[in-house]
Each structure stands twice: as C-alpha cells, then as structure tokens.
C-alpha cells in the first residue's frame, strides 16, 4: 500500500486552512454510507481505479511515498465542494480521472465553505472514500470573507458566498500552488485535462478561459453602468469580449503580484452602491480581465447547457469538438434526471455520476469508453443545425 503524505498547510489570516486525509488502496466495490455525523447525504459507489500509464512512471516514481501540494510537475485542479453540488462536484472529478493520461499525477484542491450543511470534514471523508488513492487537500473557506460584499441577483444560487470562493484561490491555496485550473462543480471533462494544464499565459496575462467576442456584451452590464460618466471607460484600450469563469487556466504567481483580489473586491463595493450588474460573480471577472485574458479553444467550455438562469430550458451542444461540458445556467443534469425530465444533453453526464441508487453500469458503459465526443457530435439530435458553430445566443447573457 502507499500512502501519501501532503505537507503542513500555511493558516492565512482570514481563511481557515485545511484538512488533509491519507490515500488508502481500493479493493473491490463498495458504497458510502449515506448518513455521516447526523447529516443525510447522497450514497456513492467507490470510482474504478485509474492509475498511471507507463509513460507517467518517470513522474510519479520522483515522488516517493508522497504527493506533495506543492509539486510543480502535477497538474493543480481547483473546485468546490459542498453538500448542494456535491454530486456533481464526484461526477466531474471522476471525469477528469477517467480521461487523463497521467490520472495519479492530478492534484486536487477542493474549498469548502466553513458552515455547509455537512461539514468540510464529512465532506472530506465523503471524498476519500469515494476516490481512494486521490491526491487532494481540502482548504476551508471562511463565508464572512465575501458575504458583505455580495449583491442580490438574477439567481438565488449565484449568491453563495461559495460561489465567490475563485476571488480568494490566490489567498486561499498553498503560496507554493503557482498555477491551477478552476472548474466549476457543475461539468464534466471528456479530454486529457493536461491539454488544458500546457495552456501557455502569454505576456503578462493571469488568466486563460475560451473567449466569445460576437456575444452582445452589453447585456452583462445595466443601463446604470453604461449611462455612468466615468464606469463604462474602464474597458479603455480594450477590447473586451464575455468568458465563461467556470473554467480558467489561472497564474497565481502574477494574481497575487497584480493584487487581482482586490480589483475585483473593488468592483464589487461599487455594485453594493450603485447596480451595475444583474448576474453573481461572473461581471467583476469581466470588469478587470474582458480584453486581457489567454483565448482558450471553445472545445474547453460547451457552457450554457443549463439553460438560461430563469427557464432553465435545455440546450444543444455548438458544433465542433468537445472538451469540456458546463452545465451552467439553471438546470442541473443530475436535478433533471432524478425528476424524470432530462435535457437530451443530460445523458451525457449520467456515466460519471457515481450516485448509487441511479447509477447503471451496463448501459451507460459504452459512453465512457469515448476519450472525446466527436462521434456524439455527428448525431444530428445533439447539434442545433440552425446555428453557427459556437454562437452564442443572447440569452446567455442570462447564463453564469
């Protein structure tokens, strides 16, 4: 058996940091009790295992008897994990380790929030149990940090101080984590996600995310900020274009050096004085980074499969190929499967939900031997033929 060992966290002046649990070897299949110091929670079968090809030896054979935080050759993966989207949160993980290449040399950091329903620590056992020889670190994220500083929104879900949790990751992860994917709780990944990992931030750039510049961007904004003297001229000298924050390649290096936290905090102060926007987290991004951000392939972000943020109606994939699924918007895969009215898209997601009262091997088994969707993509009932490839439709500007 090896164990795995990540090293002593730092404790940063307002975030509570961290809980860490030991890798243990899996044997067989087994299911996860449902009930957990008095918190019901869904039950979850044991993922497979998926351990490193021999091309992957050289890497994890330097690391010995540990996996470090702190390893720059791993690849750094951000999340959230709490009790709502914690189904979705397993299905993504399990994702992300079915298709990549080198799974052992992924490094997880989950951020829970301080006071979910179930505990980061339940949270945290919930995980190890599920994904046994998963190299994670969970860090605990103090709500009082951003809960002044949220305003209402369009929906009641953007409004999680959770939600918030991006803002802080250069405060809330190791000092020593230079660079990290963010992923929102809500996707699933069917590409090798070292592809996303080699993204290179050219200039000076913090952040990469795939960009759509034919969007109507106004519609992020209200007509308060586009009638203000002075607000609308921060996008000066840009040319700036909507992104999707549920999937960025981020330097943590230059985001702390650039004192991003605070611009977007900053944006944030005016938004409680005066509306600007009518989305959550999502506009301050906009605010600092529209104009300056690394173009991502649109193949990293199929965003918007959750509907729009009041209908939550369903959606079809924009042609081309398939990186990364984002059920963004209202409507969630797994809410919609359980209520017997899934979105066509939907059954796309069920092979990584490890639920274990839905979960169905056999006939879901031939979805997840595809290492993309582009045999998917070719059936006509998946695609909108009336759109352009990758158009984004205006209400999406709904959609975060």
């Known amino acids: 058996m090896r164990l795995r060992f990540p090293m002593k966290p730092a404790v940063l002046p307002f975030l509570v940091v961290s809980l860490v649990f030991l890798s243990q070897s899996a044997v067989g299949i087994r299911n996860i009790p449902g009930r957990i110091s008095g918190f019901d929670i869904v039950q979850f079968v044991e993922a497979p ?178 009638s203000d003297p002075g607000l609308p001229g921060s996008f000066s000298g840009r040319k700036p274009c909507y992104f999707n924050t549920g999937v960025m390649v981020m330097d943590l290096v230059r985001w702390r050096e650039g004192s991003y936290r605070e611009k977007i905090e900053t944006w944030m102060q005016i938004q409680k004085k005066k509306r600007i926007y009518e989305l959550g987290s999502l506009p301050p991004f906009l605010l600092v980074f529209a104009g300056d951000v690394e173009a991502i392939d649109h193949r990293w972000n199929q965003h918007g499969l959750g509907g729009d943020n009041v209908r939550g109606s369903c959606r079809s994939l924009h042609k081309g190929p398939v990186s990364l699924l984002h059920w963004s918007g209202k409507g969630k895969p797994w809410v919609r499967l359980d209520e017997k009215r899934p979105c066509p898209l939907d059954h796309l997601w069920e092979p990584y939900d490890l639920y274990e009262h839905k979960i169905d091997r056999a006939k879901d088994q031939a979805l997840l031997g595809f290492s993309s969707l582009s045999e998917l993509t070719e059936d006509s009932s998946f695609l909108s033929c009336k759109e352009k490839a990758f158009n984004v439709r205006d209400d999406e500007a709904k959609v975060e």
Not at 164 to 172: E, H, Q
Not at 183 to 193: E, F, N, Q
Not at 215 to 220: E, I, M, V
Request: charged residues 20%.
């Open 49 to 226: 295992e998926y351990r490193n090809g021999k091309e992957c030896a050289s890497q994890s054979s330097n690391r010995e008897n540990f996996v470090s935080s702190c390893d720059p050759s791993l690849v750094h993966v951000a999340m959230t994990l709490d009790s709502e989207y914690l189904r979705g949160s397993i299905a993504a993980v399990h994702s992300v380790l079915r298709h990549a290449s080198c799974p052992e040399n992924v490094f997880f950091h989950f951020i829970a929030a301080e006071f979910d329903p179930a505990s980061p620590r339940v949270l945290s056992r919930l995980v190890r149990s599920t994904f046994p020889s998963l190299s994670f670190k969970v860090y605990i994220f103090r709500e009082d940090t951003v809960i002044n500083l949220i305003s209402s929104s369009i929906r009641q879900a953007l409004e999680s101080p959770l939600n918030y949790a991006r803002n802080y990751l250069g405060d809330i992860l190791d000092r020593c984590v230079d660079r990290v994917i963010y992923l929102d709780s809500d996707i699933i990944v069917v590409d090798d996600i070292t592809k996303l990992w080699n993204t290179t931030l050219t200039g000076s750039r913090v952040i990469g995310a795939p960009e759509y510049c034919h969007a109507n961007f106004t519609k992020y904004f209200t007509s308060s900020f586009w």
